[in-house]
């Protein structure tokens, strides 16, 4: 279970520019991890690799650039390999003295979705052979995660051995050496790697890395820590049975993640959008969260990702199924109260915008001194097509949060979809059908202040289907309280 080493390719060194290549397993979807040490007289940092990401980089050792001597630096690429990977090559500006050496690990998962990975580094600046790194950045270490400990070190004869990793309040296994070898090249360096994984304790501290040297060095170190993707929680969506439609957003599993905050995102094409009332909700101790999202575009597939961000900090996402709402007319509504109407917009009004501004005639020139220029206004006509709609429409109206409404219509349009004051408005029935065409003037505004959460079922909904507390519990054993705050009343 959890993280394996697989294989370590060869040592490569050259001046200037270097090409590793795989050893064995390199196969689609484990992970390369590239370690790169250098030397060069500006400090240069190594080329990025085609398909690669940096996971860090750190020079350091102390004293002048020369031979065996002086600053080196340390650095990781890694790669989520999809087989049949082409050799990475990786450089550095030819110079006096410049040198650079690498090789590539291949590692192995038994869950998780993917791969997670941080890296912290230190340096010693005492030449000795007893070598210690204080590492600067914090990690966060829990059970099972997996630690690349990587050295650099200008002196080419200090071979490197009992490697360790200490971090308070975290215990890790004896490190396995997985390379060493000096680059002679330029003023040469030496690049060795071990790995070993966390054995029990959970925290989030800076770690240290040291190890024995054969000779003398200064130098750098560092850990790059490797982790399982694996999700802090599930997310469901599903539609409530009403109108206007609105869907539930549930995300559980949320105590075997160990999360601590929870952010929901509305997700329409490439554009993301937070979910009102769902941004840092305090999920410590929670089994589940459970939001309402009564603003969602019609026609067009929607989907929801919760960030969770557990007690040391660490952050997971995971995204639901699509769900597409579907509606047979244009809706006019207030999330934040749950109520709206269905309507047929006819015209849209002209998207007049005005500035406060003042001329004044200075010495005969004309100085126009004005204001940012306001949203769209203008007067848009609908109609309503049964009585009952245009008694929907009306009671929007008249309570409308803040005297905002959210007008969409029935299949998305990015251009006429949003929030709406409705300052004034009329309407005109017919006497012989339930036709009602209305004016509306409108302008365009932000939406409802996000502490506002849209409406969902209430109290209200619970007394309408249950006349006892007793029929309630009756309906909902077993169960418990989530499967009454989920559940469908509309239906």
Same mark, same amino acid.
């Given at each position: 279970?959890?993280?394996?080493?697989?294989?370590?390719?060869?040592?490569?060194?050259?001046?200037?520019?270097?090409?590793?290549?795989?050893?064995?397993?390199?196969?689609?979807?484990?992970?390369?991890?590239?370690? #790169? +040490?250098?030397?060069?007289? *500006?400090? $240069? !940092?190594?080329?990025?690799?085609?398909?690669? /990401?940096? &996971? =860090?980089?750190?020079?350091?050792?102390?004293?002048?650039?020369?031979?065996?001597?002086?600053?080196?630096?340390?650095?990781?690429?890694?790669?989520?390999?999809?087989?049949?990977?082409?050799?990475?090559?990786?450089?550095?500006?030819?110079?006096?003295?410049?040198?650079?050496?690498?090789?590539?690990?291949?590692?192995?998962?038994?869950?998780?979705?993917?791969?997670?990975?941080?890296?912290?580094?230190?340096?010693?600046?005492?030449?000795?052979?007893?070598?210690?790194?204080?590492?600067?950045?914090? #990690? +966060?270490?829990?059970?099972? *995660?997996? $630690? !690349?400990?990587?050295?650099?070190?200008?002196? /080419?004869? &200090? =071979?490197?051995?009992?490697?360790?990793?200490?971090?308070?309040?975290?215990?890790?296994?004896?490190?396995?050496?997985?390379?060493?070898?000096?680059?002679?090249?330029?003023?040469?360096?030496?690049?060795?790697?071990?790995?070993?994984?966390?054995?029990?304790?959970?925290?989030?501290?800076?770690?240290?890395?040291?190890?024995?040297?054969?000779?003398?060095?200064?130098?750098?170190?560092?850990?790059?820590?490797?982790?399982?993707?694996?999700?802090?929680?599930?997310?469901?969506?599903?539609?409530?049975? #009403?109108?206007?439609?609105?869907?539930?957003?549930? !995300?559980?599993?949320?105590?075997?993640?160990?999360?601590?905050?929870?952010?929901?995102?509305?997700?329409?094409?490439?554009?993301?959008?937070?979910?009102?009332?769902?941004?840092?909700?305090?999920?410590?101790?929670?089994?589940?969260?459970?939001?309402?999202?009564?603003?969602?575009?019609?026609?067009?597939?929607?989907?929801?990702?919760?960030?969770?961000?557990?007690?040391?900090?660490?952050?997971?996402?995971?995204?639901?199924?699509?769900?597409?709402?579907?509606?047979?007319?244009?809706?006019?509504?207030?999330?934040?109260?749950?109520?709206?109407?269905?309507?047929?917009?006819?015209?849209?009004?002209?998207?007049?915008?005005?500035?406060?501004?003042?001329?004044?005639?200075?010495?005969?020139?004309?100085?126009?001194?004005?204001?940012?220029?306001?949203?769209?206004?203008?007067?848009?006509?609908?109609?309503?097509?049964?009585?009952?709609?245009?008694?929907?429409?009306?009671?929007?109206?008249?309570?409308?949060?803040?005297?905002?409404?959210?007008?969409?219509?029935?299949?998305?349009?990015?251009?006429?979809?949003?929030?709406?004051?409705?300052?004034?408005?009329?309407?005109?029935?017919?006497?012989?059908?339930?036709?009602?065409?209305?004016?509306?003037?409108?302008?365009?505004?932000?939406?409802?202040?996000?502490?506002?959460?849209?409406?969902?079922?209430?109290?209200?909904?619970?007394?309408?289907?249950?006349?006892?507390?007793?029929?309630?519990?009756?309906?909902?054993?077993?169960?418990?309280?989530?499967?009454?705050?989920?559940?469908?009343?509309?239906?």
């Amino acid at each position: 279970m959890g993280i394996s080493h697989l294989s370590t390719g060869a040592g490569v060194g050259h001046d200037t520019t270097i090409t590793p290549t795989y050893g064995a397993g390199a196969t689609a979807g484990r992970l390369g991890v590239l370690q #790169v +040490t250098t030397g060069h007289p *500006d400090d $240069a !940092v190594p080329s990025t690799p085609s398909g690669w /990401t940096r &996971a =860090g980089t750190f020079s350091g050792g102390g004293g002048t650039f020369a031979d065996g001597t002086g600053p080196r630096r340390l650095t990781w690429f890694v790669r989520v390999l999809t087989g049949g990977d082409a050799n990475p090559t990786t450089s550095i500006p030819a110079a006096t003295g410049s040198v650079i050496s690498g090789r590539i690990w291949v590692l192995d998962r038994s869950a998780g979705t993917g791969w997670l990975w941080a890296a912290s580094f230190g340096e010693d600046t005492s030449s000795g052979t007893a070598f210690s790194a204080a590492c600067i950045d914090t #990690v +966060t270490w829990r059970p099972g *995660d997996f $630690a !690349v400990l990587g050295y650099a070190a200008p002196n /080419t004869s &200090a =071979g490197v051995s009992a490697h360790t990793i200490t971090a308070s309040g975290v215990v890790f296994g004896s490190a396995t050496e997985s390379g060493d070898g000096g680059q002679p090249s330029g003023y040469g360096v030496r690049n060795a790697q071990a790995y070993c994984s966390v054995s029990s304790g959970a925290a989030a501290q800076p770690p240290t890395v040291a190890a024995t040297l054969a000779a003398a060095s200064t130098g750098v170190a560092g850990v790059l820590r490797l982790r399982e993707d694996t999700p802090k929680g599930a997310i469901t969506v599903t539609e409530q049975s #009403v109108f206007p439609p609105r869907n539930q957003i549930v !995300v559980s599993e949320l105590l075997a993640g160990d999360v601590a905050t929870a952010s929901l995102y509305r997700n329409v094409g490439s554009n993301r959008t937070e979910l009102r009332g769902a941004i840092g909700i305090d999920a410590t101790g929670q089994t589940a969260v459970v939001r309402v999202d009564g603003e969602q575009p019609f026609g067009v597939p929607v989907t929801y990702t919760a960030r969770l961000v557990d007690s040391l900090g660490d952050e997971s996402e995971v995204t639901s199924a699509p769900i597409t709402s579907i509606v047979d007319a244009d809706v006019i509504s207030d999330a934040v109260r749950g109520v709206g109407a269905p309507v047929t917009l006819q015209t849209y009004p002209e998207k007049q915008r005005n500035r406060d501004a003042s001329a004044f005639n200075v010495g005969g020139r004309m100085v126009v001194v004005s204001r940012r220029r306001s949203g769209p206004s203008g007067q848009m006509t609908l109609r309503t097509l049964t009585d009952e709609a245009g008694d929907a429409l009306n009671a929007t109206l008249d309570d409308a949060t803040e005297g905002i409404v959210l007008i969409r219509k029935a299949t998305h349009m990015p251009r006429l979809d949003g929030h709406y004051a409705v300052p004034q408005d009329s309407e005109q029935p017919r006497w012989f059908d339930e036709i009602t065409f209305w004016s509306l003037d409108v302008v365009k505004v932000e939406a409802w202040p996000d502490v506002l959460e849209a409406a969902g079922f209430t109290l209200e909904d619970l007394a309408a289907n249950f006349t006892t507390l007793q029929d309630l519990a009756d309906a909902f054993t077993p169960g418990n309280l989530l499967d009454i705050a989920i559940y469908d009343f509309g239906g």
